[in-house]
């Protein structure tokens, strides 16, 4: 029986254009940190540094604190620093919405779940804080929803696609992972939840995940061959007939 619904974001809930997105990003993130050094340097730090948050192994470290024990000793900056990336994300952060819309369907199909009583995640990579995640959620028009949690690198210790994840947001929701529905739009990043028992379904086309050269050889590919559907409105209607949602 399903208690939870767990959704991805990018590519499911959010219609975005996530390499150009990820390349703007890179760029004004960057540029907050110009008095520091070239910004050659500070771009491939925070490329070796994104990477350490995502192999985060150190059992009590959030995903962020491991971005920041990495990031700024290596460019000869006290970790208080974290406060320019904070000011970042409330100030520039909101310009990259042009690379992102509405996705069809992503409000029907939340509705839905929270209609029937289940408890709803935002099971997104976690590579940013909360702030960001919320300001993402706020360019598709699905932020006035009353989530109970929402996925984020300052509240989780395990990086998406490891299976780890999903058990820890099984975990702080309270439910079991086999009482857990995660959808997605990766194979890649979302089929793992499928390696701890959730039940897992996608939709959209089948494209390679954005995010795999971030993980490459850091976890093996999903064993299960998960059911894929073209649009949110006709994965809701399967969810219907089956009287989930």
Same mark, same amino acid.
């Given at each position: 029986?399903?208690?939870?619904?767990?959704?991805?974001?990018?590519?499911?809930? #959010?219609?975005?254009?996530?390499?150009?997105?990820?390349?703007?990003?890179?760029?004004?993130?960057?540029?907050?940190?110009?008095?520091?050094?070239?910004?050659?340097?500070?771009?491939? &730090?925070?490329?070796?540094?994104?990477?350490?948050?995502?192999?985060?192994?150190?059992?009590?470290?959030?995903?962020?604190?491991?971005?920041?024990?990495?990031?700024?000793?290596?460019?000869?900056?006290?970790?208080?620093?974290?406060?320019?990336?904070?000011?970042?994300?409330?100030?520039?952060?909101?310009?990259?919405?042009?690379?992102?819309?509405?996705?069809?369907?992503?409000?029907?199909?939340? &509705?839905?779940?929270?209609?029937?009583?289940?408890?709803?995640?935002?099971?997104?990579?976690? #590579?940013?804080?909360?702030? +960001?995640?919320?300001?993402?959620?706020?360019?598709?028009?699905?932020?006035?929803?009353?989530?109970?949690?929402?996925?984020? +690198?300052?509240? #989780?210790?395990?990086?998406?696609?490891?299976?780890?994840?999903?058990?820890?947001?099984?975990?702080?929701?309270?439910?079991?992972?086999?009482?857990?529905?995660?959808?997605?739009?990766?194979?890649?990043?979302?089929?793992?939840?499928? @390696?701890?028992?959730?039940?897992?379904?996608?939709?959209?086309?089948?494209?390679?995940?954005?995010?795999?050269?971030?993980?490459?050889? &850091?976890?093996?590919?999903?064993?299960? &061959?998960?059911?894929?559907?073209?649009? #949110?409105?006709?994965? @809701?209607?399967?969810?219907?007939?089956?009287?989930?949602?």
């Amino acid at each position: 029986m399903i208690e939870a619904v767990l959704f991805d974001m990018d590519g499911t809930l #959010l219609d975005i254009d996530f390499g150009g997105f990820l390349d703007a990003y890179m760029k004004a993130a960057v540029a907050r940190f110009h008095d520091v050094g070239p910004a050659e340097e500070v771009a491939r &730090q925070l490329v070796a540094s994104t990477v350490a948050m995502i192999q985060n192994k150190e059992p009590g470290r959030t995903i962020l604190d491991a971005f920041i024990d990495d990031f700024f000793p290596a460019l000869g900056l006290p970790k208080e620093e974290i406060q320019r990336f904070m000011a970042f994300y409330r100030e520039d952060y909101p310009a990259l919405h042009y690379w992102a819309r509405p996705m069809d369907g992503a409000r029907e199909i939340l &509705q839905a779940a929270f209609d029937r009583g289940y408890k709803v995640a935002i099971a997104t990579a976690p #590579l940013f804080p909360r702030e +960001a995640i919320w300001e993402r959620l706020r360019w598709g028009k699905v932020d006035d929803f009353p989530y109970d949690f929402v996925a984020g +690198a300052d509240v #989780l210790h395990i990086a998406k696609p490891f299976p780890g994840y999903y058990l820890e947001i099984a975990e702080k929701l309270g439910v079991a992972p086999e009482a857990c529905l995660m959808i997605g739009d990766e194979r890649e990043m979302d089929g793992h939840a499928a @390696r701890v028992g959730m039940r897992t379904l996608l939709v959209g086309p089948d494209r390679p995940s954005n995010m795999e050269l971030w993980f490459a050889g &850091q976890v093996p590919a999903p064993e299960a &061959q998960v059911p894929r559907y073209p649009d #949110l409105h006709e994965l @809701r209607r399967a969810l219907q007939e089956e009287g989930i949602l």
